[in-house]
């Protein structure tokens, strides 16, 4: 008997780095270094648990939301979500980690998702500033992931990347409509942007020169950008809309360089970056908890569906009379 001869490991990095420098795709059948591997997977679960914890400070207004016209949209932003997460997770699959683990790993602390979702909503103004920032931010992230080396990831955020717009709009037409109200609206609106700017600048990570990570992330193809350049486009893209809401950004030091062609803006407060990512925010533990519970109590749904499974393939002469 004759083995047929395996090329051997160097020559695979070879067809995968030429893979990456002709900026095609891997695919998920592709041989890949376990680096690329993890790498991915830890970016693609992080990405998929903040599509699914970001349900909740939104979720948070559902049964209170002002007219049913504003709960329809907020019902469907918030189903949105839960669609990217499925994709991703999904796309998490084809490399080998199911999301039963993911989940596991989520529910005990173990795997991150953004920062952002660990501050509070404390008003209805907060769906529409989640909207025009918080979405718009991950807008900025997401569209050149697209482009993403691995196949399963980019074609997820094409179709994530679509309703994402939809999700930036709303939250910008919510705003405008509140900014066109009443004195006391107004305020909302500006008390709700002074919280979340921050935490805003802070979804695109740490400053280029603390992210260890990213440097490889950028030769593997996975990241496309460094995320102060992303940080930097996403307040660029933001203060002309400010200005149309009429809300002040709260930042003195944000001003437009012409030289640059771009804004100088203020620096983010890392430490506080750094006690939000470690579990130390002010909702970490409520939101784990409440994904917990949603795992514990969807229980016997996917016992049901277990069971309904295993009866329907069962041999068939077993299920009818002949
Ligand atoms: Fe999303
Ligand atoms: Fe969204």
């Given amino acids: 008997m004759t083995v047929s001869p395996q090329p051997d490991e160097r020559e695979l990095l070879e067809a995968f780095e ?3 420098d002709r900026n095609d795709r891997i695919e998920p059948r592709d041989w890949m270094p376990e680096g690329y591997r993890k790498t991915l997977v830890r970016q693609i679960a992080q990405h998929a648990h903040s599509e ?3 349900m909740q400070p939104e979720g948070n207004w559902i049964t209170r939301a002002p007219s049913l016209r504003r709960k329809a949209i907020l019902l469907a932003k918030v189903q949105d ?3 990217h997460g499925l994709y991703l997770y999904s796309a998490c699959e084809t490399l080998g980690t199911s999301r039963t683990e993911l989940t596991e790993k989520l529910i005990a602390g173990a795997q991150k998702y953004s920062s952002i979702f660990n501050y509070p909503t404390l008003s209805y103004a907060d769906v529409g500033t989640i909207g025009w920032l918080v979405d718009g931010a991950a807008i900025c992230n997401q569209v050149p992931l ?7 990831y980019g074609r997820a955020m094409i179709r994530v990347c679509k309703e994402e717009s939809f ?6 037409e919510l705003l405008m409509t509140m900014m066109r109200g009443t004195d006391e609206q107004r305020a909302m609106v500006q008390e709700s942007v002074d919280r979340f700017w ?3 600048l802070m979804m695109f990570g740490p400053p280029d020169d603390d992210s260890p990570n990213t440097a490889q992330s950028m030769a593997w193809g996975i990241k496309r950008n460094t995320n102060d ?3 930097q486009r996403f307040v660029d893209m933001t203060v002309p809309q400010a200005k149309a809401l009429g809300v002040t950004l709260p930042d003195p030091d944000l001003v437009w360089n012409e030289e640059r062609r771009a804004h100088d803006f203020g620096t983010p407060d890392w430490a506080e970056f750094q006690q939000v990512i470690k579990g130390n925010g002010p909702c970490n533990a409520q939101r784990i908890a409440h994904r917990r519970k949603a795992h514990e109590d969807g229980a016997w749904v996917r016992e049901a569906a277990m069971a309904f499974a295993a009866r329907t393939h069962e041999p068939e002469e077993t299920t009818h009379d002949r």
């Fill in 146 to 152: 697209c482009r993403t080396s691995f196949g399963p």
């Fill in 167 to 172: 999700h930036q709009r709303q939250g910008y």
């Fill in 198 to 200: 921050w935490p805003s």
């Fill in 81 to 83: 979500e839960a669609g």
């Fill in 52 to 54: 699914i914890i970001g």
């Fill in 18 to 20: 030429s893979t990456i």
């Fill in 229 to 231: 350049d992303l940080r």
